[in-house]
């Protein structure tokens, strides 16, 4: 199972950005699915998750300003970030809980990190 991430760069303080994360490989199915992200010498920290059902849970500093959304047909999440500070910028990571095959094993995965930078 892979995890592609795109959708990162640099934008203006009040800009916008849209991250995308597409899931291939031997999936069965996809339970939760999210987005973290790691600022130069901090740890890494939750952004925003979805469940396979659609519940999402979001960090309270990114509240109101970013969305998660998922597309289950084609195993991608994304992330609507509105409103970014330069206190956004960091490598972000999305994950998926991926389910491999009828017995249920479940992993974890992670991408590759897309960098997003807010800055004037």
């Known amino acids: 199972v892979q995890l592609q991430a795109s959708g990162g760069g640099l934008v203006q303080p009040g800009g916008s950005l849209r991250l995308s994360c597409a899931a291939s490989?031997?999936?069965?199915?996809?339970?939760?699915m999210g987005w973290y992200r790691q600022a130069p010498g901090k740890q890494r920290e939750l952004v925003a998750s979805i469940t396979s059902g659609g519940s999402t849970n979001y960090a309270d500093s990114v509240k109101g300003r970013f969305t998660i959304s998922r597309d289950n047909a084609k195993n991608t999440v994304y992330l609507q970030m509105n409103s970014l500070k330069p206190e956004d910028t960091a490598v972000y990571y999305c994950?998926?809980?991926?389910?491999?095959?009828?017995?249920?094993?479940?992993?974890?995965?992670w991408g590759q990190g897309t960098l997003v930078t807010v800055s004037s």
């Open positions: 490989g031997s999936i069965f199915r996809i339970n939760a």
């Open positions: 994950k998926a809980d991926v389910v491999v095959d009828m017995w249920a094993r479940q992993y974890a995965y």
